[in-house]
Every structure is written in structure tokens, then in C-alpha cells.
């Protein structure tokens, strides 16, 4: 399976909980404000990223998600 890790920006709230508890260190809180005037968090490192969901799973405002990629191909076999 191809998966990506993504953050909805504008339902971030910028309180860090992802930031803390990720293992890879690979998200930070980006200096730019989003639409509702927070800090969001970002991947500063996307690449040291193992998808182990532990962000999405702490997120209190569920903005983190991981996104199946390859569903399309695997489903024309
Ligand atoms: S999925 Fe895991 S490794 Fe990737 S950003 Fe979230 S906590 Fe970090
Ligand atoms: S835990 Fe959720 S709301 Fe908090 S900074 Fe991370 S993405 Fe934003």
C-alpha cells in the first residue's frame, strides 16, 4: 500500500499535541498563520515520516489523516 500524510491546515489549531508526540520528529509549527488565524503544524521533514498514525490518533481536532494512494491501481488488479 502507498500512503501520504496529510494535514488539513485549516483545521489545525496549532496546539503542538502532533509536534510532541510524533517519533520522527518530522512536524513543526509553521511561522505563516491559516484561515482561522493559528499556527499550524507542518511536515518539516516528510521524508523521515513512517506513517505510524500516532499524530492523527492524538490530533484533537482529527485535521491529520492518512491517505491511501495506490487504492485506485490496486482495485483494476
Ligand atoms: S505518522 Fe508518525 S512519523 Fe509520521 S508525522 Fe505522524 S507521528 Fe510522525
Ligand atoms: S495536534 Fe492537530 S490541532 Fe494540534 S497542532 Fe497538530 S494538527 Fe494542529
Redesign the pocket.
Known sequence: MTAKHV?DVD?????????AVCPKNV?E?AGKVNSKGYF??YQARPEDCVLCAI?CT????V??TIVETARAEEAQG
Open positions: 494535514i483545521r489545525c489549531k496549532g496546539c503542538g499535541l502532533c509536534v512536524l509549527i499550524p503544524a499524530c492524538m490530533c484533537p481536532d485535521a491529520i
